[in-house]
């Protein structure tokens, strides 16, 4: 499954921001910021992540039911499992 154009700046742009988040992150720890401080940053990259991986997964789902140059159809379990890999 390829991403198509279209979704691929806004995950682009996530991913990015996901990985500054978590450099912010790494710092607070060494530093040793409060745990509450760190935990609600940490929630902020996890979101992050989830959203990019939901954009990745809906962005291609046509792709996946139908097939294209990637490969044949995905099954409907194939389908779930890339589903539940986010939860």
Request: aromatic share 2%; with cysteine; glycine share 8%.
């Amino acid at each position: 499954m390829r991403i198509d154009d279209d979704s691929t700046r806004p995950v682009l742009n996530r991913l990015r921001r996901a990985q500054g988040q978590l450099a912010a992150v790494i710092a607070m720890v060494e530093s040793g910021r409060d745990c509450k401080d760190v935990v609600t940053q940490l929630a902020a990259v996890s979101r992050a992540l989830d959203r990019a991986g939901f954009t990745i997964v809906a962005s291609g789902m046509r792709q996946c039911l139908t097939g294209g140059p990637d490969g044949p159809p995905m099954t409907q379990e194939e389908l779930e499992k890339l589903f539940l890999t986010l939860a």
